[in-house]
């Protein structure tokens, strides 16, 4: 590929369109300057699939892989560079050479709506599979965009919260995986987060984005704005944030010219700006292949076998007293729960697409049965919203805010659920629209139905010529669509069995909402009972064994939202009680985004935490069920009993979820289990907790420099033996324990750690490495990490509470690693 002459470029460049490359030209991509042959490249959200530029709903179809926290139990970097790689080619099918992924925030809240995006509470998992993702979609020519950068961990008012974190917290937990996909993977861009950091957007935070990033770090690419997270023009230009988006542009622009001519900005600050524009679009190779080609729905197969493979090597086994691998021979199976069959395949927000397909527990298990060995009952539902009413809506769209006059444009959409991120229809002012969007509805049973309806403004729904639903006057923004759409509002109506009704919403926009997005959803549903309930317990007490799909969905995992809490939603938990009181084979699936609480684990004879693992959900999921795969995971966030016993959700509103503005990071570095061994609370399930279907031997850990001055690497081997009848992984991680000192330090932390597949009696070494920083902790006082001279136990172990072995190695002196930005002063 011929290297451009940047310098060149920027040269033959008026200030005018320097600037202009430094916001997006629409929703998805950046401006073009034709004359001098500058081409624009296209954005397109991730992280588990490449949607394209369509919404959220609907659009091209697209491959769904396993979620974020699906792939931090895998421990697997290996899997997880593949599957950047799948990425990067789905991606390009989309037109996309920038896909905006992955999320790399902590898990510090049990009930942040977005963990299922993330990797892991441990700052060395995410950041090791962090770089990995990273790794992978740039081997594949599409760039990736680490995100949110930083402190982005809660939803809760989270455009405008400030995450008031210290310099040591910042360095030791919330910093690490960034560091590593800018100085291990080379990221080529870096988002930056809707929230404030110590007070200052981070948009506008210079320590953060130059001091830090670009400077301290070494980053050569760009900072984009998180979509519509840039509020200035000269403090985020100034600042580091080089691309503001989405466009048209809101702050740069004229306005940037005009800063410059001012003495505000500095025009050569505006020259790096774009010179770091330009630089990615040669990496992307937009040069080269100047036309964004149309969208395409690839059903690659490759892809379809990488999804189902990730997804089972996903699957935590939680508990297993024999029952699991099943054996299905002859045997009656109730598939029983909310998620039997409903295909839970991805958390809500920006991460979500539409698939090419999506199949259920039910549907992955009927796959493996004979006609009638398998029968099913929902029992209870779990959903927050009423299930989405089928469509197709047709949608007639009038220039006029009251519904009058002409239809100025007519659309026809395949679901229940409409979103436009910009205008409605060409030529379309949002502040002179309205609309009337029709479906037909067919009842397939003589009931009251509940209907609820969600919008971005003002709405009515009616059905049947009735009004059900009434929010024209009333409307206010609520929990739906990033906080931007009203809280659903419900009507019931009684509905005949197979007369079909037309269902209408009459909509209009409410201007000045926040991220510009116009949308309304419908839904219907007949209520289920005490009876459905009933039934189902009937069906596992007549059946074999019964299994119980429970979780939640994208409804509630999702981005805009933080959890209530981690109780299963609805009656889940008492569906569970009464099917393992009738049943004494009972299993319970889990498919979840994050923790729950489970008070009837003792009354169960297996659980599984299945995750968001994407279109293949239900096969991935057959597949351990029955042993045709292993199950690979291991918990990269700690479950914990109750929510009390958290880190963050502790009563006090500074901490978690924020007062006055402020949300206050006090526990400091004790997150996850650094926080569960720091106060001696015994979790459900552990750090890094996951049993297999066959058995390891463990070796005694050796380490090859016992006595280690700090320079270069320390190796840890550790030997692992399969020692059952089946194959199976094993991870073997490895935790450093500091010696007595003055610091207030964690018992111990992880530090490394390898992921081993064996046949059955095969052996192998883990091989880990440790650097000096591996045993140091963050002076703020001198702006340095401090490895302490001393003696470290460094612990071989198959969870944070499952040690296997250990070594100590004495660190002959101290060592010292100055750093340059500091956030707190």
Not at 356 to 380: C, I, K, M
Not at 807 to 822: C, G, K, M, Q, S
Request: net charge negative; glycine share 10%; aromatic share 6%.
């Amino acid at each position: 590929m011929a290297k451009r002459d940047i310098e060149a470029l920027l040269d033959a460049m008026t200030l005018e369109e320097q600037a202009s490359l430094l916001a997006g030209a629409d929703f998805w991509t950046t401006v073009p300057i034709p004359r001098l042959g500058i081409p624009s490249i296209k954005v397109s959200d991730g992280p588990n699939g490449a949607r394209g530029g369509g919404s959220l709903v609907g659009g091209v179809k697209a491959a769904s892989f396993p979620v974020g926290i699906a792939l931090g139990a895998s421990w697997n970097p290996a899997l997880v560079e593949e599957i950047g790689g799948a990425l990067a080619e789905e991606a390009r099918s989309k037109g996309a050479s920038v896909l905006l992924a992955p999320t790399v925030n902590i898990q510090r809240s049990a009930v942040n709506g977005r963990n299922f995006e993330c990797y892991s509470e441990d700052p060395h998992v995410t950041a090791t599979l962090a770089a990995a993702y990273v790794t992978g979609l740039q081997k594949g020519g599409v760039g990736a965009t680490v995100k949110h950068f930083v402190g982005n961990e809660s939803e809760i008012q989270r455009t405008t919260m400030s995450s008031d974190i210290d310099d040591r917290a910042l360095r030791e937990i919330y910093l690490p995986p960034f560091e590593a996909a800018v100085k291990t993977a080379g990221t080529f861009a870096v988002m930056s987060s809707y929230n404030r950091l110590n007070g200052t957007f981070t948009s506008e935070h210079k320590a953060l984005l130059t001091d830090l990033l670009k400077e301290e770090w070494g980053f050569s690419g760009i900072v984009m704005s998180d979509w519509f997270g840039s509020h200035s023009t000269a403090p985020t230009i100034e600042a580091g944030l080089d691309l503001e988006m989405p466009g048209p542009t809101r702050d740069r622009g004229d306005k940037l010219v005009a800063a410059v001519r001012a003495g505000e900005v500095e025009a050569e600050t505006v020259r790096d700006a774009a010179r770091r524009l330009l630089t990615l679009i040669e990496r992307v190779g937009g040069f080269e292949a100047p036309d964004i080609p149309a969208e395409e729905a690839i059903d690659k197969p490759a892809h379809r076998a990488l999804i189902r493979r990730a997804g089972a090597e996903a699957i935590v086994l939680l508990k297993n007293d024999g029952i699991l691998p099943l054996d299905l021979a002859g045997k009656t199976i109730a598939a029983i729960g909310p998620n039997a069959e409903a295909a839970q395949i991805m958390g809500g927000g920006s991460a979500q697409l539409n698939p090419h397909y999506a199949v259920s527990p039910a549907d992955g298990l009927r796959a493996l049965t004979s006609e009638n060995q398998l029968r099913s009952a929902a029992g209870v539902t779990a959903n927050r919203l009423m299930p989405l009413i089928p469509g197709p809506f047709e949608v007639d769209v009038y220039g006029r805010p009251d519904l009058s006059g002409p239809v100025v444009a007519h659309q026809s959409h395949p679901l229940g659920e409409v979103m436009w991120f910009n205008a409605v229809a060409p030529g379309v002012a949002d502040a002179d629209f309205s609309l009337r969007a029709t479906t037909r509805f067919t009842p397939s049973e003589t009931a009251e139905h509940v209907f609820g309806l969600v919008s971005i403004g003002p709405s009515r729904l009616v059905v049947d010529g009735r009004t059900v639903v009434d929010i024209s006057e009333t409307w206010a923004p609520g929990d739906n669509y990033f906080e931007c759409g009203n809280r659903e509002a419900r009507g019931t109506i009684a509905l005949e069995a197979g007369r079909p009704v037309d269902v209408v919403v009459e909509y209009r926009f409410v201007q000045a909402i926040a991220l510009n997005l116009k949308a309304i959803r419908v839904g219907v549903a007949v209520p289920l009972g005490d009876r459905a309930f009933a039934e189902a317990v009937e069906l596992a007490r007549a059946s074999d064994v019964a299994i119980v799909h429970a979780g939640r969905s994208g409804e509630w995992d999702t981005e805009g939202n933080d959890l209530p809490g981690i109780e299963l939603p609805g009656r889940q938990d008492e569906l569970i009680a009464a099917v393992a009181a009738a049943n004494p084979n009972t299993v319970v699936v889990l498919q979840t985004g994050g923790p729950v609480a489970m008070p009837w684990l003792d009354k169960v004879r297996a659980v599984i935490e299945a995750w968001y693992p994407g279109q293949e959900a239900g096969n991935a999921i057959a597949d351990v069920l029955t042993g045709t795969a292993e199950p690979g995971g291991r918990l990269a966030q700690t479950f914990p009993r109750r929510i009390e016993d958290t880190p963050v959700e502790t009563g006090d509103p500074l901490t978690y979820p924020g007062r006055d503005g402020h949300v206050a990071y006090r526990e400091g570095v004790f997150v996850g289990y650094r926080h569960y061994e720091k106060a001696g609370i015994e979790p459900l399930f552990p750090f890094g907790h996951g049993l297999s279907y066959t058995t390891f031997d463990w070796g005694v850990p050796t380490v090859d420099r016992p006595a280690f001055d700090g320079d270069g690497l320390v190796t840890v081997r550790v030997r692992v033996t399969n020692s059952g009848l089946r194959p199976g992984s094993e991870v073997v991680q490895l935790y450093v324990a500091p010696p007595a000192s003055g610091v207030d330090r964690p018992v111990q932390e992880l530090r490394a750690f390898a992921k081993l597949h064996l046949a059955p009696g095969e052996s192998a070494e883990a091989t880990m490495t440790l650097a000096a920083r591996a045993f140091s902790y963050f002076d703020a006082a001198r702006n340095a990490f401090v490895a302490e001279k001393g003696r470290y136990r460094l612990i071989a172990a198959a969870s944070s509470a499952m040690p296997r072995g250990s070594v100590d190695i004495d660190l002959t002196r101290e060592v010292v690693e100055a750093v340059r930005a500091r956030f707190v002063r």
